[in-house]
């Protein structure tokens, strides 16, 4: 079977909690005074879902040359520029992935996410992240990125789902909001969504199909 659906959110009607709304846009990367001829990738999360650009390289010129400030943006970005992010983060993780098989060191000054709720793509929102010191047999550092007005934190968090407490009342679910993963489907999809601890009290969406697209 495959591996379809990345992350579910169920929104009910009179239940408020944030959804996740913001994309990144734009990757902006000082790198210090040591660059690197291995590929480098990045790795984005928040505290349930994760993200990995594509290797990031120019076509027609070098990059991760030392002292030279790169951005990325649209296709580099990978699936990165497709993922919901929690639209009330206060930061994100980092990680930079770099290959050893040249075994050649990395030392990046500064990064910087640009990223906007899908909503409104005019109001971004600035993740800063510090320095990664990557030493020729290092294959990642991260550090934590926290957003404009936020306060900065120790360590990295760990990415696991966080269950929404409702309390035994009547809801109603008012829509379902899905983030595909790399891996789509042709097949007929439907849902059942059930009660907590309930065989009897469910109901099913029927087939989920978009007539226009």
Known sequence: ?????????????????????????????????????????????????CCTTKTLSHLLSSEWVKDKLETWDGSK???????????????????????????????VTSVTLEAAPASDKKKVKKFQCGSFKLKGTDSQKTSVCPGSGSTPTRGPSKTKDIPIKISRENYKIGNVIVQM?????????????????????????????????
């Open 77 to 107: 970005l990978g699936n990165c520029s497709q993922i919901l992010f929690d639209s009330e983060a206060r930061k994100l993780d980092v990680t930079v992935n770099k290959a050893t098989k040249k075994k050649d060191s990395l030392d």
């Open 181 to 213: 993963g790399d891996d789509g489907t042709n097949d007929d999809v439907s849902m059942k969504v059930c009660e907590a601890n309930s065989k009897t009290k469910c109901c099913d969406t029927g087939k989920l199909s978009g007539l226009l697209t």
């Open 1 to 49: 079977m495959k591996k379809v659906l990345c992350a579910i959110l169920l929104s009910l009607a009179g239940l408020a909690h944030s959804l996740p709304n913001l994309l990144v846009s734009k990757i902006v990367v000082q790198v210090g005074p040591d660059g690197t001829d291995d590929d480098v990738t990045m790795k984005i999360c928040d505290t349930s879902k």
